[in-house]
């Protein structure tokens, strides 16, 4: 079966930092995309960013560009989100999703559990 276990959400102030972290069992990791998407309230779904399994490559959403990195620790079966200069319309439930196909298909297949992430003073 295909878990993930997130973590690293939370509150914190405009401009301030959280590293997500999204640890996967059940799958081979380092032959699937990874993804992280959120959802603000009254929002559709949108993704933040992505890893490629097979050779690393990255995509980032253009809101994020400059100010969240993704990366993955092949060891530890994990990826993180790092999340700088945070806004507040960065706030909403951030959730990790696995793509068997690595990309090549794009449809993300398994989906954690979602971990709050709220920018606020």
């Known amino acids: 079966q295909v878990q993930f276990v997130e973590s690293g959400g939370g509150l914190v102030q405009p401009g301030g930092s959280l590293r997500l972290s999204c640890a996967a069992s059940?799958?081979?990791?380092?032959?699937?995309?990874i993804g992280w998407f959120r959802q603000a309230p009254g929002k559709e779904r949108e993704e933040v960013s992505s890893?490629?399994?097979?050779?690393?490559?990255?995509y980032y959403a253009d809101f994020v560009k400059g100010r969240f990195t993704i990366n993955r620790d092949s060891a530890k079966n994990t990826v993180y989100l790092q999340m700088n200069s945070l806004k507040s319309e960065d706030t909403g439930v951030y959730y990790c999703?696995?793509?068997?196909?690595?990309?090549?298909?794009?449809?993300?297949?398994?989906w954690g559990q979602g971990t709050q992430v709220t920018v606020s003073s």
């Open positions: 890893i490629s399994g097979s050779d690393g490559r990255t």
């Open positions: 999703a696995a793509d068997p196909s690595d990309g090549q298909a794009d449809e993300w297949m398994y």
């Open positions: 059940g799958i081979t990791w380092g032959h699937y995309a």
